[in-house]
């Protein structure tokens, strides 16, 4: 799975830093966008990324399938 951000949601509410530290990073004040990292989520991350993209309050996470093909 990865992780997919719509950042016209994101309101930097960071409760997804607060969910799965190792992945999302959010600024302060007007930088206050989540920054999340790319590619596939590993095993060990996929249950904190799951709660993040869950109590994200704006909806503005989403978990995709992997793409089949390669980039
Ligand atoms: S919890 Fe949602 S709104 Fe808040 S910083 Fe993360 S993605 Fe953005």
Redo the contacts with the bound molecule.
């Keep these: 799975m990865r992780v997919e951000?719509d950042f016209d949601l994101?309101?930097?509410?960071?409760?997804?830093?607060a969910e799965a530290p190792d992945w999302?990073t959010?600024g302060k004040g007007s930088e206050a966008?989540?920054r999340a990292k790319r590619g596939v989520v590993p095993d060990d991350q996929l249950e904190a990324v799951k709660a993040?993209v869950k109590y994200?309050?704006?909806q503005?996470?989403r978990l995709v399938e992997n793409q089949t093909h390669q980039e």
Excluded at 10 to 17: F, K, V, W, Y
Aim: proline letters at 5%; aromatic letters at 6%.
């Design positions: 951000v994101c309101q930097g509410h960071a409760e997804c830093q999302f959010v966008k989540v993040a994200c309050p704006t503005a996470l």
